[in-house]
Nanobody, 124 residues
Framework: QVQLVESGGGLVQAGGSLRLSCAASGRTRSSARMGWFRQAPGKEREFVATITWSGGTTYYADSVKGRFTISRDNAKNTMYLQMNSLKPEDTAVYYC?????????????????WGQGTQVTVSS
């Protein structure tokens, strides 16, 4: 089992920045890949970004490319999402997730463990 706890959400004005953190504990060595997803009110959960634990290879949704940066600190078992130039449409609950399968990228069903989520609200 892997436990994930997100933090860092909050209220920010459009154009501002936030950094989300995801602390992992438990059997973290079994996780090949970590990711961020988000879910806005009335919408389905969607992929945001993903990173491999070993080599740090990243992949982003087109909607956040160039604005968000995913990173990880293996020593701290923590993943981050630096969000810059935030827009009102970025408002959502952000979830971190872990997958035992490195080939998984954007598929929600491919992730085995999920955090409880952290709210990000961007005001216009």
């Amino acid at each position: 089992q892997v436990q994930l706890v997100e933090s860092g959400g909050g209220l920010v004005q459009a154009g501002g920045s936030l950094r989300l953190s995801c602390a992992a504990s438990g059997r973290t060595r079994s996780s090949a890949r970590m990711g961020w997803f988000r879910q806005a009110p009335g919408k389905e959960r969607e992929f945001v970004a993903t990173i491999t634990w070993s080599g740090g290879t990243t992949y982003y949704a087109d909607s956040v490319k160039g604005r968000f940066t995913i990173s990880r600190d293996n020593a701290k078992n923590t993943m981050y999402l630096q969000m810059n130039s935030l827009k009102p449409e970025d408002t959502a609950v952000y979830y971190c997730a872990a997958s035992n399968t490195i080939m998984v990228l954007t598929s929600i069903s491919g992730y085995d463990y999920w955090g409880q989520g952290t709210q990000v609200t961007v005001s216009s």
